[in-house]
């Protein structure tokens, strides 16, 4: 191989393992920096602001508003909820985690302030829903009976599960939420909101709260790996950019 390919090669092959391992460490922080930019670079207007907007948006926008339902979800606990997600896993002897309960409940609402309202569907909602998770962990002998099953259907095929997890994520109707969603007036004039791509991302947290809780619990790992991504992007770049110079003249 020609010197002249050499550094530039290098510089490729640094890069894109730099950028491969920034890009794994920003999943093992539970950071979300995708969601956290696209609701906190969205304009903020409340409900009955949007309502008046002429022309509307033409990129999503932030909706802050209260929840008003007729038929909301009561828990056995009487907690009143327009959105339930739970997902049960239990972690195999190989490390994996296996899903053994996944559960989506929603009801329509609208979405009001004093100015107006304007009716969504939580069925829409991205994942996941942007609130502060109840999280349960133990010996898979703690799940209920229902569990039962598919607890012994897994150690049938690949052995004793050690750990179980539980994580639930509920919005109540008591909470001001913000929704980032597309503004779209109908041929009747009536302005309404839909899912942009990916669905609608609902905050039941303040948007300062919410940056923090999509920035991850484990802030070193999340820097290091931020820093690993931008520097892999640079010198997989200039790799490039080199190695194209060097292969020019002999186009």
């Given at each position: 191989?020609p010197e002249?390919?050499?550094m530039p090669?290098?510089?490729?092959?640094v890069?894109?393992?730099?950028?491969?391992s920034g890009?794994?460490?920003?999943?093992?922080?539970?950071?979300?920096?995708?969601?956290?930019?696209?609701?906190?670079?969205?304009?903020?207007v409340?409900?009955?602001?949007l309502?008046?907007?002429d022309?509307?948006p033409?990129r999503a926008v932030r909706?802050a508003?209260?929840?008003r339902?007729?038929?909301?979800?009561?828990?056995p606990?009487?907690?009143r909820?327009?959105?339930?997600?739970r997902?049960?896993?239990?972690?195999?002897?190989?490390?994996?985690?296996?899903t053994i309960e996944?559960?989506?409940?929603?009801?329509?609402?609208?979405?009001w302030d004093?100015?107006g309202?304007?009716?969504?569907?939580p069925?829409?909602?991205?994942e996941?829903l942007?609130?502060i998770?109840?999280?349960?962990?133990g010996?898979?002998?703690?799940?209920?009976?229902e569990?039962?099953?598919?607890?012994?259907?897994?150690?049938?095929?690949?052995?004793?599960?050690?750990v179980?997890?539980s994580?639930?994520?509920?919005v109540?109707?008591v909470e001001?939420?913000?929704v980032?969603?597309d503004?779209?007036r109908?041929?009747?004039?009536?302005?309404?909101?839909?899912?942009?791509?990916?669905?609608?991302l609902?905050?039941a947290?303040?948007?300062?709260?919410a940056?923090?809780?999509l920035?991850?619990?484990?802030?070193?790992?999340l820097l290091?790996s931020?820093?690993a991504?931008?520097?892999?992007?640079?010198?997989?770049l200039?790799g490039a950019v080199?190695?194209?110079v060097?292969?020019?003249?002999a186009v």
């Amino acid at each position: 191989m020609p010197e002249s390919l050499l550094m530039p090669l290098v510089l490729l092959l640094v890069g894109a393992l730099l950028l491969a391992s920034g890009t794994v460490g920003l999943r093992r922080s539970g950071a979300r920096p995708g969601v956290a930019r696209r609701l906190a670079g969205a304009r903020q207007v409340a409900v009955g602001e949007l309502l008046t907007l002429d022309p509307l948006p033409g990129r999503a926008v932030r909706v802050a508003g209260r929840i008003r339902c007729a038929d909301p979800i009561v828990t056995p606990n009487d907690d009143r909820l327009v959105a339930l997600h739970r997902d049960v896993e239990v972690q195999m002897p190989d490390g994996g985690w296996r899903t053994i309960e996944r559960v989506r409940e929603s009801r329509g609402f609208e979405l009001w302030d004093h100015a107006g309202a304007l009716p969504m569907d939580p069925a829409e909602a991205a994942e996941p829903l942007i609130v502060i998770p109840h999280v349960w962990r133990g010996p898979p002998s703690e799940l209920g009976v229902e569990h039962r099953a598919a607890l012994a259907r897994l150690t049938v095929e690949g052995g004793d599960p050690p750990v179980a997890r539980s994580v639930t994520r509920m919005v109540s109707v008591v909470e001001r939420l913000l929704v980032l969603a597309d503004a779209r007036r109908a041929p009747d004039g009536e302005v309404a909101m839909v899912p942009p791509s990916g669905g609608y991302l609902i905050s039941a947290m303040a948007l300062d709260d919410a940056m923090r809780l999509l920035g991850g619990s484990r802030k070193g790992l999340l820097l290091a790996s931020a820093t690993a991504v931008g520097l892999g992007v640079v010198l997989a770049l200039v790799g490039a950019v080199v190695l194209a110079v060097v292969l020019l003249p002999a186009v």
